[in-house]
């Protein structure tokens, strides 16, 4: 089965500055599909951002950008200017490309300090 | 708003009763998935259906069943309910006949069992 690593239980950030979140994942496809959730202290789940695997070029959203290396099997978020409203709990998802299910990483709690 | 409804928000109930947990999926998603979130937990991965057949199965208690209705709506089944069966239930639901979809997750409901 497929696994998602994020090594970084939780992180900080001061507001305005830069903060990058990382994923790997172990596969053997070579096609398939990479998310990044948010879960603030509400506890909603947000799709912040996604990535098809065939494209090289890196997904952006606004703030938030990926460094996607197939190679590596990496999948890192970059918030840029961070702001006190992105402080929740990221987990990074991957998906097979025969629509299997998702599979989560255990998360990354960021905290953004004023 | 994700468009996927899941009620109740909140259910309060004693050790060894039964709950119904109900999901509404987003128009025109025929896939619907169940995880569990207990506090400061990841996701574990319940059950998934498509288009009203099981098609995936994580790590559900035999406790535990669930349906997905010819509406598509779906219903998650908790009996003989224990202490350590508290968590937040998410349901989500995905459009898989595109395979970059997410998922898009409802509010969740907050279980707690005392």
């Known amino acids: 089965a497929q696994t998602v690593t994020q090594s970084q239980p939780e992180m900080s950030v001061q507001e305005a500055e830069t903060v990058t979140l990382s994923c790997t994942y172990d596969?053997?496809?070579?096609?398939?599909?990479l998310f990044w959730y948010k879960q603030p202290p509400s506890r909603q789940m947000i799709l912040v951002i996604r990535q098809e695997a065939y494209k090289q070029q890196n997904a952006t959203e606004n703030r938030f950008s990926v460094n996607f290396q197939k190679a590596a099997k990496s999948f890192s978020l970059k918030i840029s200017d961070s702001q006190l409203g992105d402080a929740a709990m990221y987990f990074c998802a991957y998906r097979g490309y025969n629509f299997n299910k998702f599979y989560f990483g255990s998360g990354t709690k960021l905290n953004v300090k004023p | 708003d994700s468009g996927v409804t899941q009620t109740p928000k909140h259910l309060i109930t004693a050790t060894g009763q039964r709950v119904t947990l109900r999901c509404s999926p987003r128009?025109?998603?025929?896939?619907v998935y169940w995880y569990q979130q207990s506090l400061d937990q990841g996701l574990q991965f319940l059950i998934q259906y498509y288009n009203g057949e099981e098609r995936a199965k994580g790590n559900i208690l035999e406790r535990f069943s669930a349906q997905q209705f010819p509406d598509l709506h779906s219903e998650l089944n908790l009996s003989s309910l224990e202490l350590g069966d508290s968590a937040l239930y998410f349901c989500a639901s995905s459009d898989d006949r595109v395979g970059n979809s997410p998922l898009h997750f409802g509010n969740g409901t907050r279980l707690t069992v005392t």
């Open positions: 128009s025109g998603d025929l896939s």
């Open positions: 596969t053997s496809e070579s096609d398939y599909y």
